[in-house]
């Protein structure tokens, strides 16, 4: 039996997806990924079904502090949107294919369009903390040494073998993000962001190889889900919120902690939701 690199079979992933279809009358086209500590955005959605993961077979459980670990589904901005509110991550031990099973699940409910954000440090000299940044290319550093998720056997039912990543965050959603972000008078960068596995924050040699390399912002996750995203078709649209800036040397006296991620998240959540429900009013 072919299975993907995490070892699901195709029946795996229809088990999940009719979990989730058993509980909502209609699955949305659009769906969004909450990052670290980003989640607070769909908290007040009003009449909301709410599922945790654990209830969806085969669904891996998130154990990362910031992530709630539910999908919850309703309406945004008058559109039906479905909300992964928690992801998991490499670094907590699953492999690529497990951190993705999410995003395959997803497809097989019709999703078609996908809003991925996460919670980044600055790698740009001329970015400051609490910006946004709009991914419009990336850098899969692990990938680069096999740690792919559509490494293995490929699932025709997904997509092909080779894919193109020329375009793997869509034209079309940057413009929609854009217009809205300027609608909004919310200032929105862009730029490259980097995947690094984690979960150790980078060493100041790092960050700076990484602006050698053409990086923007760095982060440990949204690289595995938009490559499988990719492969089964779906148009993505990436958005990082820039939690902390890189500390580029070592006697800066400063260190990144996690406690200066949340403390961002937290500080940037009503702008966040200003923006996002402006783009899912506008996307598709
Ligand atoms: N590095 C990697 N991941 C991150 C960072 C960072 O500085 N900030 C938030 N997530």
């Known amino acids: 039996m072919l299975v993907s690199d995490a070892g699901y079979s195709l029946r795996d992933y229809e088990q999940a997806a009719g979990a989730i279809r058993s509980r909502i009358s209609e699955a949305p086209s659009l769906a969004v990924i909450l ?117 293995g056997a490929n699932m025709e039912a997904f997509g092909p073998r080779f894919i193109s990543l020329t375009a793997a965050y869509s034209s079309a959603h940057r413009q929609t993000a854009k217009r809205a972000a300027a609608e909004l008078s919310i200032d929105l960068k862009e730029g490259v962001y980097a995947y690094l596995v984690g979960p150790c924050f980078e060493t100041p040699a790092e960050i700076r190889a990484l602006r050698l390399l053409g990086v923007d ?34 006697d800066s006296g400063r260190a990144t902690t996690a406690e200066e991620v949340f403390e961002t998240t937290r500080s940037i959540a009503p702008d966040l939701a200003r923006l996002l429900t402006k783009i899912i009013s506008e996307v598709g």
């Open 35 to 151: 990052g670290s500590g980003l989640g607070a955005f769909v908290e007040s959605i009003p009449n909301a079904t709410v599922i945790p993961y654990a209830d969806i077979p085969h669904f891996p459980e998130a154990s990362a502090p910031g992530h709630e670990g539910k999908l919850i589904i309703g309406d945004i901005a008058g559109k039906p949107v479905l909300a992964c509110q928690g992801r998991v991550h490499t670094y907590e031990g699953y492999s690529a294919g497990q951190v993705t099973f999410p995003i395959r699940v997803l497809h097989m409910l019709g999703v078609r369009d996908l809003i991925i954000t996460n919670a980044a440090g600055g790698v740009n000299t001329g970015f400051q903390c609490g910006d946004f940044m709009l991914i419009n290319d990336h850098i899969n550093l692990p990938g680069m040494v096999g740690l792919d998720p559509l490494r």
């Open 217 to 250: 912002a760095t982060g440990m996750s949204t690289v595995p889900e938009v490559l499988t995203a990719n492969h089964c078709g779906m148009n993505v649209l990436g958005l990082s919120v820039i939690t902390n800036m890189a500390i580029d040397h070592i």
